[in-house]
């Protein structure tokens, strides 16, 4: 379980938190299993993308590096049981700052997210 909760840890940061700083969909791809889906709610607006347009809305958006905007990516915790995990994580990027919970589920044994849900936060 120790070592799951180091290869979650190893992939949020690597492929997650690059990815959405750089604006990198091939990072987020990699982490992100096809037909994920994303809820929650931003500035008490709901949200809700699939993964494609989520990956097609960070392509096409001014990356957080390139903003020069502020960002930290931090884990809060995770949760492992067996071959499922959530991951709660709070992303500090532009001028937000969410919490979010990512599932996670180990395929092929490599540690993918299958759903995220977010929240923006007042901080």
């Given at each position: 379980m120790k070592e799951d909760s180091l290869a979650i840890t190893a992939a949020l940061e690597s492929d997650y938190f690059p990815g959405i700083y750089e604006g990198d969909v091939e990072?987020?791809?990699?982490?992100i299993y096809p037909g994920t889906?994303?809820?929650?709610?931003?500035?008490?607006?709901?949200?809700?993308?699939?993964r494609e347009e989520y990956?097609?809305?960070?392509?096409?958006?001014?990356?957080v590096k390139d903003s020069g905007k502020p960002f930290k990516g931090t884990i809060i915790s995770i949760d492992v049981v067996n071959t499922?995990?959530?991951?709660?994580?709070?992303?500090?990027?532009?001028?937000?700052n969410y919490d979010e919970f990512l599932s996670f589920h180990?395929?092929?044994?490599?540690?993918l997210i299958v759903n995220k849900m977010l929240s923006d936060v007042a901080r």
């Amino acid at each position: 379980m120790k070592e799951d909760s180091l290869a979650i840890t190893a992939a949020l940061e690597s492929d997650y938190f690059p990815g959405i700083y750089e604006g990198d969909v091939e990072k987020l791809g990699r982490i992100i299993y096809p037909g994920t889906l994303l809820f929650g709610d931003v500035k008490g607006q709901p949200y809700a993308k699939t993964r494609e347009e989520y990956l097609d809305a960070v392509k096409n958006r001014q990356s957080v590096k390139d903003s020069g905007k502020p960002f930290k990516g931090t884990i809060i915790s995770i949760d492992v049981v067996n071959t499922i995990a959530v991951a709660k994580v709070h992303v500090k990027m532009y001028d937000f700052n969410y919490d979010e919970f990512l599932s996670f589920h180990k395929i092929n044994n490599q540690w993918l997210i299958v759903n995220k849900m977010l929240s923006d936060v007042a901080r």
